[in-house]
């Protein structure tokens, strides 16, 4: 059986992944994201008004016309979890494929509002849910999809893998080793162990390679809370205001918040649009359990209305947690620093960053931008209270060990991000153009004639 792999997107920067594996006549997509900070550096940019052919040449959505150069069907467009760099372009690009999008329940949800909010096409793809340790055929040809549970920093994420006669396809993007996660279940290694063993072995490993030059191991989600329990406690005393920001999506974080609001004695609220998107979801789903009078206002109005509220009753009982951890323009808490909400900030307020930096110039550059306003309104920052959701040197050994790849594909970065997860791969044996393949996007690799 023939296998290719064409390599669409997210092979030359993090943003708009998208890859497509084809076993014999049927092809399997993986991801369909956005680039972020291709939309960000342009003013005012809707991207739900867009054509996407606009969004292909901003470089915002993958190219996906190297999809002609596979003769096959495509049976399945996989996203492996709710990150936009993976959703984000199935509103644009989904509706050319007649085949149904396969996600976890919590993906699918959030792929669903994105395909809702699309002004310019009628997907109306089927919406299959599948959990982690379910499976799928695909075609009629032997081909089985599995999707493996791992741990990053949105829930529901999975590793799928494409069984096939010639061995298995797993595509590893975004995860970390957690076996203390702070909701849901840890990180399957055994099944990875397993298909490791199985059949075939593992013809292909597709794998993130953001932090494969970073040493040691990524820590657990429980360490980011705990570090977040220290931060709370130690300003518990203050009796002015104290606002946090994190990833909106990162529904552990945003719980952990929550909570240790509640210990030190202030009533949490969820503001911003994607807070409540997020976080809503989660809790309608059953994933998440917030208090019951847990407020969260995602339009502007509601918003300034609960701003106006705090002021008005004491910053000192409220924790406003909020958008806006990157200083995208126009994230709520870009619009505090810049004095465009009721909210008002006196000396020695305290906004606690449950975030790092993503280290890319668009998101460097916003985000001290942020703090600059902030700082100049009179807060202290507390920042950098985080743990990163993808896997370190030693979790890529493990991966590789659990494996055994005969072929390994780095992803998710630039060609400069790819050099560590390459000298890391050389370590362990493969060698760069017989079974390491560096390649770019709109590329095909043929594994298999």
Same mark, same amino acid.
Not at 47 to 59: A, N, P, Q, V, Y
């Given at each position: 059986?023939?296998?290719?792999?064409?390599?669409?997107?997210?092979?030359?920067?993090?943003?708009?992944?998208?890859?497509?594996?084809?076993?014999?006549?049927?092809?399997?997509?993986?991801?369909?994201?956005?680039?972020?900070?291709?939309?960000?550096?342009?003013?005012?940019?809707?991207?739900?008004?867009?054509?996407?052919?606009?969004?292909?040449?901003?470089?915002?959505?993958?190219?996906?016309?190297?999809?002609?150069?596979?003769?096959?069907?495509?049976?399945?467009?996989?996203?492996?979890?709710?990150?936009?760099?993976?959703?984000?372009?199935?509103?644009?690009?989904?509706?050319? /494929? &007649?085949?149904? $999008? =396969? *996600? !976890?329940?919590?993906?699918?949800?959030?792929?669903?509002? +994105?395909?809702?909010? #699309?002004?310019?096409?009628?997907?109306?793809?089927?919406?299959?849910?599948?959990?982690?340790?379910?499976?799928?055929?695909?075609?009629?040809?032997?081909?089985?999809?599995?999707?493996?549970?791992?741990?990053?920093?949105?829930?529901?994420?999975?590793?799928?893998?494409?069984?096939?006669?010639?061995?298995?396809?797993?595509?590893?993007?975004?995860?970390?080793?957690?076996?203390?996660?702070?909701?849901?279940?840890?990180?399957?290694?055994?099944?990875?162990?397993?298909?490791?063993?199985?059949?075939?072995?593992?013809?292909?490993?597709?794998?993130?390679?953001?932090?494969?030059?970073?040493?040691?191991?990524?820590?657990?989600?429980?360490?980011?809370?705990?570090?977040?329990?220290?931060?709370?406690?130690?300003?518990?005393? /203050? &009796?002015?205001? $104290? =606002? *946090? !920001?994190?990833?909106?999506?990162?529904?552990?974080?945003? +719980?952990?918040?929550? #909570?240790?609001?509640?210990?030190?004695?202030?009533?949490?609220?969820?503001?911003?649009?994607?807070?409540?998107?997020?976080?809503?979801?989660?809790?309608?789903?059953?994933?998440?359990?917030?208090?019951?009078?847990?407020?969260?206002?995602?339009?502007?109005?509601?918003?300034?209305?609960?701003?106006?509220?705090?002021?008005?009753?004491?910053?000192?009982?409220?924790?406003?947690?909020?958008?806006?951890?990157?200083?995208?323009?126009?994230?709520?808490?870009?619009?505090?620093?810049?004095?465009?909400?009721?909210?008002?900030?006196?000396?020695?307020?305290?906004?606690?960053?449950?975030?790092?930096?993503?280290?890319?110039?668009?998101?460097?550059?916003?985000?001290?931008?942020?703090?600059?306003?902030?700082?100049?309104?009179?807060?202290?920052?507390?920042?950098?209270?985080?743990?990163?959701?993808?896997?370190?040197?030693?979790?890529?050994?493990?991966?590789?060990?659990?494996?055994?790849?005969?072929?390994?594909?780095?992803?998710?970065?630039?060609?400069?991000?790819?050099?560590?997860?390459?000298?890391?791969?050389?370590?362990?044996?493969?060698?760069?153009?017989?079974?390491?393949?560096?390649?770019?996007?709109?590329?095909?690799?043929?594994?298999?004639?």
């Amino acid at each position: 059986m023939q296998i290719e792999i064409a390599t669409i997107g997210g092979y030359e920067a993090v943003g708009r992944q998208m890859t497509a594996v084809k076993a014999g006549s049927d092809v399997v997509v993986f991801d369909m994201g956005l680039n972020l900070s291709q939309v960000l550096i342009h003013d005012n940019v809707e991207t739900e008004k867009m054509h996407s052919l606009d969004l292909i040449d901003m470089g915002a959505i993958p190219d996906d016309r190297v999809m002609s150069d596979l003769e096959g069907d495509v049976q399945a467009i996989v996203p492996t979890h709710g990150h936009l760099d993976h959703i984000g372009a199935i509103s644009k690009l989904a509706h050319r /494929y &007649d085949a149904p $999008i =396969v *996600a !976890t329940p919590y993906t699918i949800e959030l792929v669903k509002q +994105r395909i809702q909010s #699309e002004n310019k096409f009628n997907v109306d793809n089927d919406l299959v849910k599948m959990g982690a340790g379910g499976t799928m055929s695909i075609g009629d040809s032997g081909v089985e999809l599995e999707f493996v549970n791992v741990t990053h920093s949105i829930i529901d994420a999975i590793n799928p893998v494409l069984h096939t006669p010639e061995g298995s396809v797993v595509y590893g993007l975004d995860k970390r080793m957690d076996h203390d996660p702070v909701i849901g279940d840890p990180i399957d290694m055994e099944r990875f162990r397993e298909i490791g063993r199985e059949g075939e072995g593992v013809l292909a490993y597709i794998e993130d390679c953001t932090n494969a030059g970073r040493k040691g191991r990524t820590p657990s989600e429980s360490v980011a809370k705990r570090h977040l329990q220290d931060v709370m406690h130690s300003v518990e005393d /203050y &009796d002015g205001g $104290i =606002v *946090a !920001t994190t990833f909106s999506s990162h529904i552990a974080r945003v +719980r952990s918040l929550v #909570e240790y609001a509640d210990e030190i004695g202030r009533q949490p609220v969820l503001l911003g649009r994607s807070m409540e998107k997020y976080s809503g979801t989660a809790e309608r789903l059953d994933f998440v359990d917030f208090p019951d009078d847990l407020g969260m206002y995602g339009h502007r109005k509601s918003v300034d209305r609960t701003f106006k509220r705090i002021m008005k009753e004491g910053k000192e009982d409220y924790l406003p947690i909020v958008t806006g951890h990157q200083g995208e323009p126009r994230a709520m808490l870009t619009r505090m620093g810049r004095g465009e909400t009721p909210y008002e900030f006196d000396d020695g307020d305290k906004v606690i960053f449950s975030a790092r930096v993503i280290p890319e110039p668009t998101n460097e550059g916003q985000r001290y931008q942020s703090e600059r306003l902030l700082k100049m309104q009179g807060a202290r920052i507390y920042d950098d209270i985080h743990v990163s959701g993808h896997l370190r040197e030693e979790g890529h050994y493990e991966m590789l060990d659990a494996l055994q790849p005969r072929n390994v594909i780095p992803a998710h970065q630039s060609m400069e991000g790819f050099a560590p997860y390459v000298d890391l791969c050389r370590d362990e044996g493969y060698s760069l153009g017989r079974d390491l393949h560096v390649t770019q996007n709109g590329n095909v690799i043929t594994l298999v004639e």
